[in-house]
Nanobody, 129 residues
Framework: QVRLVESGGGLVQPGGSLRLSCAAS????????VGWFRQAPGKEREGVAC????????YYADSVKGRFTISRDNAKNTVYLQINTLEPEDTAVYYC??????????????????????WGQGTQVTVSS
């Protein structure tokens, strides 16, 4: 069982930056691909970024390419999402999720919610002046 806890959200002005963290406990993340999703009020959950279990492959939704960077520090059992040039449209609850992918699938970056096994509770990001 993997427990995920997100942190780093908050209120930020347009153009600002945030770094979200997803800390895992209960198991190491070494064999898990980790993704970040977001859900804005009245909208469906959207996958925005993912990093493979080996850390080599990343995926970004078109809406965030060039502004979001996902990374992982297996020594700290933590995955990060650096968000730059924040826009009001980025306002949402951000969730991290982990899916077990190893031994032949360690380069895979799952993109859909059903491909993940464990979820955090989310952290709110609000972009407003």
């Amino acid at each position: 069982q993997v427990r995920l806890v997100e942190s780093g959200g908050g209120l930020v002005q347009p153009g600002g930056s945030l770094r979200l963290s997803c800390a895992a406990s209960g198991s190491t993340l070494d064999d898990y691909a980790v993704g970040w999703f977001r859900q804005a009020p009245g909208k469906e959950r959207e996958g925005v970024a993912c990093i493979s279990s080996d850390g080599v492959t990343t995926y970004y939704a078109d809406s965030v390419k060039g502004r979001f960077t996902i990374s992982r520090d297996n020594a700290k059992n933590t995955v990060y999402l650096q968000i730059n040039t924040l826009e009001p449209e980025d306002t949402a609850v951000y969730y991290c999720a982990a899916g077990l992918y190893y031994s032949g699938t360690h380069t895979y970056t799952p993109k859909f919610a059903y491909e993940f096994d464990f979820w955090g509770q989310g952290t709110q990001v609000t972009v407003s002046s």
